[in-house]
T-cell receptor
């Protein structure tokens, strides 16, 4: 169990460029979540997968954001035509099935700075 | 709409003292209440969690007190240590299928001074 892994950890991009973040959940966790956290705030839910199915999306997830989880393993979060307001830490989390399914484990996040 | 309200925003406690952080929620469908600890530059780490069928849960120096009728819960850190200095987030979640997202409070920055 190596924990939730996120890459890249830091990304600086120019406004208007596209960026993609990758998340590798804890092995055999079938639930995967994306959150966004800005300085001084708590994480805000973006979207959630159970296996490869995207079951819930927040209103925060504009049409410039897309998340995928092919084959129910790793996930990617793509932001198209980045804006300065997209600057934040993007957190991935995963959760196992079954009786311990309530515990959500977070990765260390991917920092995005849009300049 | 902020569904989980957390206070205080920041807290300074003497080493060895008790740190108390409070949260209140609105959504009666919430049935799982975790606390997360976050150090600068790191992701949140689960500290302790409680379900509403108990009024208190203790793990080491950390205790959650839960008041279902008041829709409030709090984190108590006994014998606070400098290593406890971090930001603490309360959260709430409904465990109904298809509605499993965590809703977080705004965080409390805790500083333990020697």
């Amino acid at each position: 169990d190596t924990g939730v892994s996120q890459n890249p950890r830091h990304k600086i991009t120019k406004r208007g460029q596209n960026v993609t973040f990758r998340c590798d959940p804890i092995s055999e966790h079938n639930r995967l979540y994306w959150y966004r956290q800005t300085l001084g705030q708590g994480p805000e839910f973006l979207t959630y997968f159970q296996n490869e199915a995207q079951l819930e999306k927040s209103r925060l997830l504009s049409d410039r954001f897309s998340a995928e989880r092919p084959k129910g393993s790793f996930s990617t979060l793509e932001i198209q035509r980045t804006e300065q307001g997209d600057s934040a830490m993007y957190l991935c989390a995963s959760s196992p099935r079954g009786g311990t399914g309530n515990t959500i484990y977070f990765g260390e996040g991917s920092w995005l700075t849009v300049v | 709409q902020q569904q989980v309200k957390q206070s205080p925003q920041s807290l300074i406690v003497q080493k060895g003292g008790i740190s108390i952080i409070n949260c209140a929620y609105e959504n009666t469908a919430f049935d799982y209440f975790p606390w997360y600890q976050q150090f600068p530059g790191k992701g949140p780490a689960l500290l302790i969690a409680i379900r509403p069928d108990v009024s208190e849960k203790k793990e080491g120096r950390f205790t959650i007190s839960f008041n279902k009728s008041a829709k409030q819960f709090s984190l108590h850190i006994m014998d606070s240590q400098p290593g406890d200095s971090a930001t603490y987030f309360c959260a709430a979640r409904s465990t109904n299928f298809g509605n499993e997202k965590l809703t977080f409070g705004t965080g409390t920055r805790l500083t333990i001074i020697p």
